[in-house]
């Protein structure tokens, strides 16, 4: 089964910091997303552009900076900025409904 996902944001490359939860939940609540909408592994932040608030930050170019911004580092930090979209996550419904209990 195939969960369609049309989120749409942008990854970036983070150098010299790394992000823990409580920075991504800050960075989270400036842009108006919810904290499945924001992911940090191996030095790239992904996140996807789920509110009113941070498509206006996008609109304005301003994505890195405020980022930047929020958690205190400086824009030159972040590089590699780059579009992305949402895989849509696949359910393996075989073996879901296995009845582990056939002690017959």
């Known amino acids: 089964m195939i969960i369609p996902d049309n989120r749409t944001g942008f990854s970036m490359k983070v150098e010299g910091i790394s992000l823990i939860r409580p920075d991504l939940y800050v960075i989270a609540a400036e842009l108006g997303i919810q904290t499945k909408d924001i992911l940090f592994e191996n030095k790239i932040l992904t996140i996807y552009n789920t509110s009113k608030v941070c498509q206006e930050i996008v609109d ?45």
């Open 60 to 104: 304005d170019n301003a994505l890195a900076s405020f980022i930047a911004m929020a958690i205190s580092i400086s824009p030159d930090d972040i590089s590699e900025m780059t579009a992305v979209k949402a895989k849509p996550k696949v359910l393996d419904m075989e073996g879901m409904f296995d009845d582990d209990d056939d002690d017959d």
